[in-house]
């Protein structure tokens, strides 16, 4: 159940408490620098991206979390596991995860130097 507050301002007060306080449950938790935190709403692909760098290699990640990592969605990285040959996964009952190294080796396994390079699948 949500307070009661007397006005707006301290809704808002209430509001960014709350936020600053599990700012930092994050950042402690899972070692997370303010900078990553700190990126705006737009630059979620690169937020991910950010935190992801600092995840031990065998930590395990949600399809949701590696698509934000790359930029596609959960339904893609579905597509590209019913073909094959891409990002190796681990399955758990229903769960899907991907361990981090395999999605860092999976990028640069793409790394190209020219547009005009066919990128071989990893």
Do not use: W
Not at 60 to 86: C, D, F, I, Y
């Amino acid at each position: 159940m949500s307070p009661k507050y007397d006005n707006e301002e301290a809704r808002k007060a209430g509001l960014a408490k709350a936020f600053l306080k599990f700012t930092e449950l994050l950042v402690r938790e899972h070692d997370l620098s303010l900078e990553v935190l700190s990126s705006s709403a737009g630059s979620d692909r690169m937020t991910a991206a950010k935190a992801a760098r600092s995840l031990p290699p065998d930590y395990l990640m949600t399809p949701l979390e590696v698509g934000q990592t790359l930029g596609v969605s959960p339904k893609t990285l579905a597509n590209l596991r019913s073909k094959g040959g891409h990002i190796p996964f681990t399955r758990t009952g229903r769960l899907i995860r991907y361990r981090h190294g395999d999605v860092l080796d999976y990028i640069r396994a793409g790394k190209c130097l020219s547009t005009s390079e066919k990128v071989s699948a990893p």
